[in-house]
């Protein structure tokens, strides 16, 4: 509808009161012509409606037909404003380079919409897409969004599907990423491999799919020790090593592990009060040139300044590459002030409160926790333990045994 509206306005259209004799007979004769009106409205004395130029150029033989009159109540549209302006030939003129700039602009991508990701940033897709020469500022026509739907899954593992459209300017990304833990969606070839510690820690619990399992509950293990073996032993009827097969290791494995948490806060701090007077500028940037108010003065010592940008749109779809920006200077000023030890705490406690969601969000269990806050100098210092459950599985490439011709020949039983 919006398309239409526009093309509607570029070819220009008019306001229309039809009165006279067989107004009826002259709506059906346009529609047996195919004559667009729109908006028709009836009347005491006949009907009102709106009809493009052409159509209305094309209405003399039916008036004449229908003994009608048409009346042009109101006139809209670009060949109307040209007319109307037809003696200011720089405005003219700016409006044919206006247009010209427009439709040059349509063949870039000049906004970015990034949807669905949790684990990767909008900075990492964006920081992707530039160095393909996909980002802001592109033309559209070198953007092949199939390639980048699969050079996106390929460079970052935890995608497991995306899809790149371009709309207008507006190019929209989205993902869907595995949520499981990343050894859970690491990608393995053939090769065989062993799970080994991670970190140092208590096993907790483990369950073997696939390997020779090498520890058990309760065992304590170090950064690096092998978990789960890829190579399982196939026995002869006397127990001794005939071969070696290499199924891999696959196992899930719990080990209660032990993180060290420490923090510093600074006695003394700088705080900043806004003393209520406040000036507003705006500006517009262009690309990366700005263009700000020259008359615009603040004598603001200290100021904290607020920038907002809004970019300019015709449609959800359709942005260009000019930005409206609203400058807020607030004026204020600072205080040396000290903490408290309640307060030092308040803001230790909520610091630790957010390392402990933090590890959370990563799929660690929080078992235990255990820290304390001393004066030390001029600043409080925050140290303690966290007992936690996290999985401990890495992976390693299995080493590959040889059994020698020795080992394979069968001892002699004929005495």
């Known amino acids: 509808m919006f398309v239409l509206s526009w093309i509607k306005f570029f070819r220009g ?21 195919n004559i667009l009106i729109w908006n028709l409205k009836p009347t005491e004395d006949g009907y009102y409606f709106y009809i493009s130029v052409d159509g209305y150029r094309s209405l003399k033989p039916i008036l004449k037909k229908t003994k009608t009159k048409a009346r042009i109540l109101k006139k809209y549209g670009v060949p109307f404003q040209l007319f109307r302006y037809r003696k200011h030939k720089v405005f003219a003129a700016g409006i044919a380079v206006s247009a010209v700039l427009l439709f ?5 991508v000049w906004n970015i919409e990034v949807k669905g ?19 802001f500022g592109v033309p559209k026509r070198n953007i092949n969004c199939e390639e980048l739907e699969e050079k996106l899954r390929s460079a970052y593992s935890e995608v497991i599907w995306t899809s790149v459209k371009v709309y207008g300017t507006k ?3 989205e993902l869907q990423e595995n949520l499981l833990p990343e050894e859970e969606y690491e990608a393995k070839d053939d090769t065989p491999e062993d799970i080994v510690a991670k970190k140092d820690g208590v ?38 090593v005939a071969e070696y097969i290499y199924p891999g290791a696959d196992a899930d494995i719990i080990a209660e592990v032990n993180f060290y948490y420490e923090d510093e806060i600074n006695i003394s701090y700088q ?28 004598d603001y ?5 607020t920038e907002h940008a809004s970019q300019l749109h015709f449609t959800d779809n359709f942005y260009l590459p000019v930005y409206f920006e609203t400058y807020l200077y607030e004026e204020c000023q600072t205080e040396e002030k000290t903490y408290s030890k309640t307060e030092a705490a308040a803001i230790a406690q909520s610091r630790f409160e957010q390392y402990l969601a933090n590890l959370e969000e990563k799929g660690i ?11 030390a100098d001029q600043k409080y210092v925050v140290t303690g333990t966290v007992d936690a459950y996290e999985s401990i599985v890495s992976y390693q490439p299995t080493e590959i045994l040889e059994i020698t011709s020795e080992e394979r020949q069968q001892p002699n039983e004929s005495d």
């Open 271 to 298: 705080d900043k009060i806004k003393t209520g007077r406040a000036k507003k500028d705006y500006g517009i940037r262009f690309f990366d040139y700005h263009l700000k108010n020259p008359f615009f003065r603040q």
């Open 117 to 135: 990701n949790s684990y990767l940033s909008e900075e990492t897709i964006l920081t992707f897409l530039q160095n393909e020469n996909a980002g």
């Open 13 to 33: 259209y008019v306001y229309v009161h039809l009165t006279g004799y067989a107004t009826e007979r002259f709506l059906n004769l346009c529609g047996s012509r």
């Open 171 to 173: 190019m929209t990304v």
């Open 301 to 305: 010592e200290q100021f904290d300044l």
């Open 365 to 375: 269990q929080i078992l235990e926790k255990n820290v304390m806050i001393e004066k």
């Open 203 to 240: 096993i907790a619990f483990m369950v073997t799919r696939t390997g020779t399992p090498l520890v058990t509950a309760d065992m304590e293990v170090k950064k690096g020790d092998i978990l789960v073996s890829g190579r399982a032993e196939i026995l002869n009827d006397d127990g001794e």
């Open 104 to 108: 040059y602009c349509s063949g870039f």
